[in-house]
């Protein structure tokens, strides 16, 4: 299906007038003059059986954080069974609380209540209590790391705020810590203050702009790799930055689609860090700069991935179109929108090769660990927890090499010719979380 065209003449620096925070004075804008027809093509929506896998198991594995934290954080050092019952859509599970609980004996230890034997209680295992000690040491060795992913995560809204009840959705997604409000924000005062946001709500305000973190991950990508003369034509001007494409197959072959990609990468490429509200929300270079928040957001997650319905609670921060999703289908070379387990998860394709992460956070090989001790704790279940032989959960090599094959011959099996198939195209319906 073919859209009506439109002509675009974009002076970014006339009619548009980016200009990012703090600019030192005397820095000049480029100015690009755009003079193009653009045609769109709606595709369908195709399934990706090996980066659906992905999630499946990414799913189970937040879940288990995320339990194992809510123990942690609980005065008594245990949940009881009523406290979690209804908490399966708030993890994202499929299925009962309980039952996701008792899958996995390595980390959860089910116990009577005290003082009501019928009542099951769950508490830490010492093999999950070890594990919690050496992810708090993760965060603390890269807590730098995260306050930088933090503040650009600011730096893109309006406002420089975002509510925390959106922060906190995200804590997985971005490696935040379990209570980075109480660590995090007061170690870094200078850049971080708590403040309402414009609907009232407490949020998180950034209280410094840093110039240097005001620099996106495609950019930093075209700097390193051998197109770094394309980078330097791009910084004084005289070119558009190109976003990776990895179509699904069939896809790329098809003229009317390249035609549309070639004329959509050569349009001006806005920095997500530069102020938007200038822009023609109609026009096609605001459309392309959404994309480039997209590209950004997603590219500051260690697993290269979140739901969609925590992009929707910062559409308005983050000025994206009201029916933003369909830029996830509208353009299948850069996202991978998925309906896996009830819920919608967009992925930036570009993070994952061959079933793997590309340059992996070391929370990201921390969690393959976790995966394992769970893993295996379902695996030896039915044969009692005392059957579970040791458990090597230090930070070497042999697990993570050994969950990344597995997770490799996973991902052969699935991208195989048949992964990726056609369905019907998905609408902007929302979830049913």
């Not at 708030?90 to 609380?97: A, E, H, N, R, S």
Request: glycine share 4%.
């Amino acid at each position: 299906m073919i859209f009506k065209t439109q002509n675009s003449i974009l002076s970014v620096e006339k009619l548009l007038s980016l200009k990012r925070p703090h600019k030192p004075p005397g820095a000049k804008a480029n100015t690009l003059l755009q003079n193009r027809w653009i045609t769109r093509v709606r595709l369908k929506w195709v399934k990706n059986r090996g980066l659906d896998h992905i999630i499946d198991i990414d799913t189970d594995l937040k879940a288990a954080c995320l339990l194992k934290d809510a123990i942690k954080r609980s005065s008594t050092g245990f949940l009881t069974a009523n406290s979690v019952s209804d908490w399966h859509k708030l993890l994202g599970l499929t299925v009962p609380v309980i039952r996701f609980l008792r899958r996995y004996p390595t980390l959860f230890h089910e116990f009577p209540h005290s003082r009501y034997t019928n009542l099951s209680c769950f508490r830490l295992t010492d093999t999950a209590l070890l594990l919690d000690s050496l992810e708090q040491k993760i965060h603390l060795t890269y807590e730098n790391d995260t306050m930088e992913r933090l503040c650009r995560v600011l730096m893109m809204m309006r406002t420089r705020t975002a509510p925390l009840q959106s922060l906190h959705s995200l804590k997985w997604d971005l490696g935040l810590p379990d209570n980075f409000e109480k660590i995090l924000v007061p170690k870094f005062s200078d850049d971080f203050r708590f403040a309402k946001t414009s609907s009232g709500v407490a949020g998180l305000q950034l209280s410094r702009w840093r110039e240097e973190f005001a620099v996106s991950e495609l950019e930093k990508s075209n700097e390193k790799s051998e197109m770094g003369n394309e980078y330097r034509q791009f910084k004084s001007g005289q070119t558009a930055l190109a976003f990776p494409m990895n179509f699904p197959r069939g896809y790329g072959a098809q003229k009317k689609v390249r035609a549309w990609m070639d004329e959509f990468q050569k349009l001006p490429y806005i920095s997500p860090y530069d102020d938007s509200r200038n822009i023609d929300p109609n026009s096609e270079l605001m459309e392309k700069r959404a994309v480039g928040i997209l590209h950004e957001f997603l590219s500051l997650t260690i697993h290269k991935k979140t739901k969609r319905n925590y992009l929707r609670s910062l559409r308005e921060e983050l000025n994206l179109p009201h029916k933003f999703t369909r830029l996830f289908t509208r353009y299948p070379g850069i996202f991978y929108l998925s309906l896996k387990c009830k819920t919608t998860t967009v992925t930036l394709k570009e993070g994952y090769q061959r079933g793997k992460l590309v340059n992996p956070h070391p929370l990201v090989n921390f969690r393959k660990k976790f995966y394992h001790v769970m893993r295996m704790g379902l695996l030896y279940r039915a044969k009692g927890v005392n059957m579970i032989p040791p458990l090597n959960i230090s930070l070497d090599d042999n697990i993570e090499n050994e969950t990344e094959q597995e997770e490799t011959e996973e991902e052969e099996i699935e991208t195989g010719d048949e992964c990726y198939e056609e369905t019907s195209e998905l609408e902007d319906e929302s979830d049913e979380e």
